[in-house]
């Protein structure tokens, strides 16, 4: 093995074949299927912090806002004053604008080793030589497969839904679910996101807010550019996405639940 497969597909891979292990020997169907929502789910949980903060940071982003709006205000002029004074404002609250891309870096590794171990079984269709090169790959023995079952609820987790006219118009649903469940998380997340008050002195009232346009435009290209990726890219990894976007959209949800609770009653 190269440096790659041991550093980031290796370890994905025996964690995968250790649930499938598990759910294999309980005699539950789509073994595979619950092993990709196994690593998934222990992903989630180790990355739960982070995943917290980031929510929390955005709480922080609301409570902020009138003092981002004086100082838009005070230096509506000066653009580099204004980011000097926006990052120093940030900073005092202990607020990172660009914490989100770090929860996005870090499942890059997992989806890369997820990618590459279903693409060995995509080999020969998950026979003898797939078998072959992921036994080469674990660490104990125990682990070691015979034969590999890649079905899960009417799909096979090693086709992608480009290749849906060979098996099933059903594999279509995969990236409709995955852009539609991208979408709504994007939604909550938008939620939680600092809203700019209009100022009715403001000259430039009707002039379109950029920054708000941007956030709009990328609620709707992310979760294109997601479901376009489902399409063309086996189903497991999809069952990935769609089982960690249903953890986020959780949190979120929990979170404004709880924001509403909290806040004061008019």
């Not at 204004?82 to 120093?88: K, P």
């Not at 990236?175 to 979408?183: H, I, K």
Request: glycine letters at 6%.
């Amino acid at each position: 093995m190269n440096i790659f497969e041991v550093l980031l597909v290796a370890p994905i891979v025996n964690v995968m074949v250790l649930f499938y292990k598990v759910f294999d020997f309980l005699n539950i169907p789509g073994p595979m299927g619950w092993a990709i929502i196994g690593v998934t789910a222990a992903v989630r949980l180790a990355i739960n912090p982070l995943m917290q903060h980031q929510v929390e940071q955005s709480q922080n982003l609301q409570k902020i806002q009138p003092q981002l709006q004086k100082l838009q205000k005070k230096y509506k002029d000066q653009p580099m004053k204004l980011q000097q004074a926006q990052l120093e404002l940030y900073r005092s609250h202990k607020i990172n604008p660009g914490y989100g891309c770090l929860i996005f870096i870090l499942q890059i590794p997992v989806f890369i080793g997820l990618y590459n171990a279903l693409a060995r079984v995509v080999t020969n269709g998950g026979g003898a030589q797939a078998i072959s090169a992921i036994n080469s790959m674990l660490y104990a023995g125990f682990l070691k497969l015979d034969s590999l079952d890649v079905g899960f609820l009417g799909f096979r987790l090693n086709k992608t839904p480009a290749e849906w006219q060979e098996v099933g118009w059903w594999y279509l649903l995969i990236p409709v679910v995955t852009g539609a469940s991208q979408f709504y998380q994007a939604y909550l997340s938008g939620k939680m996101m600092p809203k700019k008050e209009p100022n009715p002195k403001d000259k430039k009232k009707d002039e379109p807010d950029m920054q708000s346009m941007m956030q709009k435009q990328m609620m709707f290209l992310f979760p294109a550019m997601i479901a376009w990726i489902s399409f063309r890219f086996p189903a497991g990894l999809a069952l990935y996405w769609n089982i960690f976007t249903l953890f986020g959209i959780w949190q979120y949800q929990k979170q404004i639940s709880k924001a509403k609770s909290e806040a004061p009653k008019k």
